[in-house]
């Protein structure tokens, strides 16, 4: 059965958006615009599975809403909201708790990084979270995703859900006049060379918010001169770099340098390779300083103005939810129906 295209991705409002964030999903989230109509989603609700102090929920809020804005996403044009203004997405995630199988959360990677050796410990909804990242996608009956590489396997568990679901409740599906299924099966879209941006100071280990490092991430909001100390520092090896890319097997810093420049100029690690192949870092890395600034500086002081029009930004918001819900409540209906809930 042929779905409506339609592209939602969402990211957390936790604090320190990086470069990981901005090449692996808000970058993608710009191109997509020309060809799909598309929902972006500050999901508060996901932040809250681990511990957020409330005023900088708030704060970091509007500040992914003004990365967005800043980084070339129109609100117009498509939709931008926060997750908690529409309660369709909670509706929608219990039923999906009683379609998910504990078998299928066990084996979330992602739940035991984060729950670490204590996982007793952990909330609830830290364990049921891709369940509710489901229903960020269902809802709409989205059919693209536009994530980095570690939110694949979530991504696959929300296609297992939608599968689930269609079986389930087929008959019902059919009654309802819906034909042979209801959710799609959303695409995950992780492409280009910057899937995975690993941490400046490690390159073995992803760029993330929460590494105690800040010199581990260049942040959206850096200025020029922090993000060229953060470039100088960060680590590599002692060869020069290699003129193809099969040379960057086993140095996983200069793969990750060279990844993160390739997505910045917008081509690939070969072409890159082509230019700097015998180049040394210290030639590479001024290089590479340049064309962050160059990339970033914009975006960030954009982001800095917006974050002081909080009027604006929550206009926004509410503007773009209220197109949401519209969509959403539609879908959230038919659910009802399938599913047997009386409603009036
Ligand atoms: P979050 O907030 O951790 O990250 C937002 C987006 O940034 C990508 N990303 C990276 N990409 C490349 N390299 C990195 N080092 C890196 N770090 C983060 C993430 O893959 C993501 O695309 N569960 C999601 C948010 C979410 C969502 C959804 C996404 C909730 N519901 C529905 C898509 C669809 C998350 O925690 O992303």
Redesign the pocket.
Known sequence: MAFKERV???????GNL?????????T?FVALQDNYDCIY?V?DM??ITVWQDPAELTRNTRE?TAAFIAAGIDPKKHIVFN?SQVAEHAELAWVFNCVARMGWLNRMT?FKEKAGKDRENASIGLYA??S???A??LIYR?TH???????KQ??EL?RDIAQKFNNDYAKSIEAHGFGEAFFPQ?EPL?QGP??????LRDGTK????SDPSDYS?INLTDDADAIAQKVRKAKTDAEPLPGEEKGLEARPEADNLVGIYAALADTGKADVLREFGGAQFSAFKAALVDLSVAKLGPIGAEMKRLVNDSAYIDQVLADGADRARAIAAENMKAVKDIVGFVRR
């Open positions: 939602f991705s969402g990211v957390q409002p936790t990086h470069l990981g964030n901005y090449l692996g999903a808000i993608k989603c999901v996901h932040a992914v997750q992602q979270y891709p509710l990242m489901a960020d996608i989205a995703v536009p994530v980095g590489e570690d939110q979530h991504l929300a959303p992780i910057a899937t995975r941006v690993m941490s992803k760029m993330s918010k991430r």
